[in-house]
Each structure stands twice: as C-alpha cells, then as structure tokens.
C-alpha cells in the first residue's frame, strides 16, 4: 500500500516535495516510479528510480527540475519539483515495480504493482 502527502496550491517558481510511504517488507527490493496526469490527458511518466535509489531516469520534458529519492529505512520515496510552472498543475502518482527489466520499462504504467493514491498539485501563475 502506498499512501501519499504533500501537494496543494503552489505559485509558479517555486519548489514542492511529495512524498511516498508505503507498507510492507519488499519496499527496498521495488523500483518506484512517479506519473501525473492532467486534466483531459493520459497518465505520463515524470521519473523513476531503481530499489538502490542510485540510478534514476527523467524524460526529458522534467529532467533537471524533478527529483526522485528514497529512503529504504523509512519506506519512503519522494518528489522535489523545482521551478514550478502552470503547466505542472497534475494530480501525481507514486507507483511500486517488482520486475522492472531496465530503464526503457520505467515509463510503462503497466509494469507498475501498486499506485498511491494520487495527491493533487496547483500551480498557479
């Protein structure tokens, strides 16, 4: 179970973390992946990060403004947003993989085990 927090109404440039907990004794062997989706969009890929929290992949549109950690200790995983922008205004996901291949399968929300349950964040101008 993943149970998330933080989120809310946000101006443009500044910063927000979301977090991740979760439940269970796997959590450190699972690959973790964030998504958001926008109002009248699809679900889209924003990071992910392997179960050691040392390698971690963006697309391109978020690279250099997100960031995803972890800490296996505390079950957690997060989200830092820098810069934010109107057109960052989504409800995000938190999602947990048991079987990730390789970094072409973290952007698949198919392969994903677990979702949170979405936190909503606004951005505004």
């Known amino acids: 179970q993943l149970v998330q927090s933080g989120g809310g109404l946000v101006q443009a440039g500044g910063s927000l973390t979301l977090s991740c907990a979760a439940s269970?004794?796997?959590?450190?062997?699972?690959?973790m992946g964030w998504f958001r989706q926008a109002p009248g969009k699809e679900r889209s890929f924003i990071g992910g990060l392997d179960w050691s929290g040392r390698s971690a992949y963006y697309p391109d549109s978020v690279k250099g403004r997100f960031t995803i950690s972890r800490d296996n200790a505390k079950k957690e995983v997060y989200l830092k947003i820098d810069s934010l922008k109107p057109d960052d205004t989504a409800v995000y996901f938190c999602a947990t993989a048991s079987h990730l291949s390789g970094s072409g399968d973290y952007p698949d929300p198919k392969l994903y085990d677990g979702w949170g349950q979405g936190t909503q964040v606004t951005v505004s101008s």
């Open positions: 269970g004794q796997s959590f450190s062997t699972y690959a």
